[in-house]
């Protein structure tokens, strides 16, 4: 072997090596890429199942929030009956309330006389 040809020889082995370097780092390149691509995928799939079950809960509480403002108003709607029902609805409210106090007193005082006799 002459010297030239070892010399194309070292030229090729190190062609080889830098070669062999270049595909490593594409290789590792690739590979990142795969595995963040697959944690992307994992993700995106998780995130979604997250979000459907966020927005089943949702659904939930606002079924039960409906069903408590409904309750809500039909106690306020009861409670409204009851006090038109007893004359408690109107701004004169406090006037009958203080004019059924004194036909309770009259009433009172006619009964202790009754009872007198």
């Given at each position: 072997m002459t010297n030239l040809d070892a010399i194309k020889s070292k030229v090729s082995?190190?062609?080889?090596?830098?070669r062999k370097i270049w595909l490593a780092g594409?290789?590792?390149?690739?590979?990142s890429f795969?595995?963040?691509?697959?944690?992307?995928?994992k993700l995106t799939t998780e995130a979604g199942k997250v979000?459907?079950?966020l927005v089943?809960?949702?659904e939930v509480l606002e079924t039960e929030a409906k069903a408590k403002i409904k309750a809500k108003t039909n106690v306020e709607e009861r409670v409204a009956e009851v006090r038109k029902k007893l004359?408690?609805?109107s701004s004169g409210s406090e006037d009958k309330v203080e004019?059924?106090?004194a036909k309770i007193d009259a009433l009172t005082d006619a009964v202790a006389k009754l009872a007198a006799k």
């Open positions: 082995d190190a062609e080889d090596f830098a594409l290789g590792a390149y690739g590979k795969d595995e963040a691509q697959g944690q992307y995928e979000f459907e079950e089943e809960k949702g004359g408690l609805d004019e059924l106090s």
